[in-house]
């Protein structure tokens, strides 16, 4: 890679001004990046759920179509879940957003190189399979842009490769208990505990 993001600064500028935001997190770093920017009752972590941040995405847009939804995952996760972004493009839902932090490698399991390192390009995939809008993002200035863009509503789901920097920051770490983190990001929502 050329040119990188720091990752916690780019998604901390993601999420500066979230407003009524869902957000869904890949579990390993972008859970931790994410909770570092803010815990949130709107943020929905993920702890085990390899590759099933995207499709936990989108069915959060389907159920709640009248709030825009952000996922923020790696690169390892999304290319677990290749096929979730045909079923994304196919429900084409208009306030899905996801967002792949791509250091091109497997961070949690010891930083060997992803399949992005060796020229996977999940942007491409996302725009051959019809995402209204996918890009690879690399400075500070087009994450400006991205923002911006993504302020502006959709007609269709949105993906963005923000390439970073491949390194092991401090852990910031929200609870790991799952049901406490569904019952308080349901009441959120105005959903009873279940």
């Known amino acids: 890679m050329s040119e990188v993001l720091e990752r916690r600064d780019a998604v901390a500028r993601l999420l500066a001004d979230r407003g009524d935001l869902l957000v869904v997190t890949g579990l390993g770093s972008p859970t931790y990046d994410v909770h570092a920017a803010g815990d949130h009752d709107a943020n ?3 702890w085990g759920a390899m590759g099933g941040a995207s499709l936990v995405g989108l069915g959060l847009a389907q159920a709640q179509s009248s709030r825009r939804v952000l996922v923020i995952t790696g690169d390892g996760e999304q290319l677990m ?12 839902p208009t306030n899905l957003d996801i967002i792949v932090l791509d250091n091109e490698h497997y ?11 060796l020229g996977i390009d999940l942007a491409a995939v996302a725009a051959a399979l019809g995402f209204e809008d996918s890009r690879v993002v690399t400075t500070t200035e087009q994450l400006a842009q991205l923002i911006a863009d993504r302020a502006v509503a959709a007609t269709g789901p949105r993906l963005a490769v923000l390439k970073i920097r491949a390194e092991n920051l401090p852990r910031s770490m929200p609870s790991r208990d799952a049901v406490f983190i569904k019952n308080r990001f349901r009441a959120h929502l105005g959903l009873p505990p279940n």
């Open 107 to 117: 961070g949690e399991t010891g930083m060997q190189t992803s399949h992005t390192g």
């Open 44 to 46: 929905y972590y993920l």
């Open 81 to 92: 879940a290749l096929g979730g972004l045909s079923t994304i493009a196919a429900a084409h």
